[in-house]
T-cell receptor
Framework: AQKVTQAQTEISVVEKEDVTLDCVYE???????LFWYKQPPSGELVFLIR??????QNEISGRYSWNFQKSTSSFNFTITASQVVDSAVYFC????????????FGQGTRLTINP | NAGVTQTPKFRVLKTGQSMTLLCAQD?????MYWYRQDPGMGLRLIHY???????AKGEVPDGYNVSRLKKQNFLLGLESAAPSQTSVYFC?????????????FGPGTRLTVT
C-alpha cells in the first residue's frame, strides 16, 4: 500500500520569507514517481515537478527547489523569497511505475503568504 | 486541443437525486480517472479506466458508477446522491501504460448535495 503524508495542514508566512513544505511517503515499490501540484484559489491543479525514484539529485527551478531523500522517504519543497502569488494549496503525490499507476495524494498544505 | 473538460462546472442536488458528470478528453488517451477532493483529505481515486469499455474501482468507489463507452468520454454517475458526496470532482486522463506519461487534470466540478 502507498501513503503520502503532509503533516503541515496550514502554513502562514510573510512575503519574502523562505518556506519549506514537507512530504513523507510510504511505498513497497522500488520504482515510483513523486510529484508536487499547486492548487491556486481558482481551483485547478497545476503540475510543478516529477521525480523518479532513481534520481535523488535536488532540483531548482527559479524560486522553487525540491529535496528528495530516499533514505528518509521524503520529498520536500522549498519556496525561496515567497510572494503573495505563491498562496495556494500544495499537494505531494506518489505514483508507482507498474500497474494502473494511480496517483496517491497527500492531504495538502495550505500556504498563505501575507504582504 | 481542449485537453480535459468537465461538465457541469457546478451543480446543486437534493438528497436522493441522480446525476451524471461528464469527462471528455481530445488527446486520444487510454487511461482516465475520477477523483474527489475533500478538505483535509487531498484527492482520492473513485474509479478509473485503462481503456474503452473497461472500468475499475479506486479507493472510494461506493455510491458511484462509471462507464467508458467511448474512448474520449468517462462518465461518473451518482444514482442516489447523499450529502457525503458533496465534494469537488476532478477527472484526469493519461496517454497509456508507459510510466513516462503524465496525468492531465480537468478543471473540476463542484457538487453540493443538500
Amino acid at each position: 500500500a502507498q501513503k503520502v503524508t503532509q503533516a503541515q495542514t496550514e502554513i502562514s508566512v510573510v512575503e519574502k520569507e523562505d518556506v519549506t513544505l514537507d512530504c513523507v511517503y510510504e511505498t513497497r515499490d522500488t520504482t515510483y514517481y513523486l510529484f508536487w501540484y499547486k492548487q491556486p484559489p481558482s481551483g485547478e491543479l497545476v503540475f510543478l515537478i516529477r521525480r523518479n525514484s532513481f534520481d535523488e539529485q535536488n532540483e531548482i527551478s527559479g524560486r522553487y527547489s525540491w529535496n528528495f531523500q530516499k533514505s528518509t522517504s521524503s520529498f520536500n519543497f522549498t519556496i525561496t523569497a515567497s510572494q503573495v502569488v505563491d498562496s495556494a494549496v500544495y499537494f505531494c503525490a506518489l505514483r508507482p511505475f507498474q500497474g494502473a499507476q494511480k496517483l496517491v495524494f497527500g492531504q495538502g498544505t495550505r500556504l498563505t503568504i501575507n504582504p | 486541443n481542449a485537453g480535459v473538460t468537465q461538465t457541469p462546472k457546478f451543480r446543486v442536488l437534493k438528497t436522493g437525486q441522480s446525476m451524471t458528470l461528464l469527462c471528455a478528453q481530445d488527446m486520444n488517451h487510454e487511461y482516465m480517472y475520477w477523483y474527489r477532493q475533500d478538505p483535509g483529505m487531498g484527492l482520492r481515486l473513485i474509479h478509473y479506466s485503462v481503456g474503452e469499455g473497461t472500468t475499475a474501482k479506486g479507493e472510494v468507489p461506493d455510491g458511484y458508477n462509471v462507464s467508458r463507452l467511448k474512448k474520449q468520454n468517462f462518465l461518473l454517475g451518482l444514482e442516489s446522491a447523499a450529502p457525503s458526496q458533496t465534494s469537488v470532482y476532478f477527472c484526469a486522463s493519461r496517454k497509456s501504460w508507459d510510466s513516462r506519461y503524465e496525468q492531465y487534470f480537468g478543471p473540476g466540478t463542484r457538487l453540493t448535495v443538500t
